[in-house]
């Protein structure tokens, strides 16, 4: 059992920034680590995922260039550094865990751990 703890969301203002993190427990060796988002009215997405090693990153091309993922596995815990945010980013954010790696193609149903989300809210 893997158990997923986020922190750090909150209100910004357009082009402001925010860090989410991420605290896992249990069985998380080897386990990639990511972020998913659901807007109101809207099916959850991925956002960025980093494998065990931090070698491999996926972002969704939204999030490209304004998001950076990594992770520090002596701490457990894995970042989400939100950058140039804008209004349409404002969502509830999720992190998530699985033994598989997780892309823009994998289906949110498949991810087997999830933390409890995080309201982000972005003013314009």
């Known amino acids: 059992q893997v158990q997923l703890v986020e922190s750090g969301g909150g209100l910004v203002q357009a082009g402001g920034s925010l860090r989410l993190s991420c605290a896992a427990s249990?069985?998380?060796?080897?386990?990639?680590m990511g972020w998913f988002r659901q807007a109101p009215g809207k099916e959850r997405e991925f956002v960025a995922a980093?494998?065990?090693?931090?070698?491999?990153?996926y972002y969704a091309d939204s999030m490209k260039g304004r998001f950076t993922i990594s992770r520090d596995n002596a701490k457990n815990t894995v970042y989400l550094q939100m950058d140039s945010l804008k209004p349409e980013d404002t969502a509830v954010y999720y992190c998530?865990?699985?033994?598989?790696?997780?892309?823009?193609?994998?289906?949110?149903?498949?991810?087997?751990?999830w933390g409890q989300g995080t309201q982000v809210t972005v003013s314009s």
């Open positions: 980093i494998s065990w090693n931090g070698i491999r990153l």
């Open positions: 249990g069985r998380t060796f080897g386990y990639a």
């Open positions: 998530a865990a699985d033994r598989e790696m997780m892309t823009i193609a994998t289906p949110y149903r498949a991810v087997h751990y």
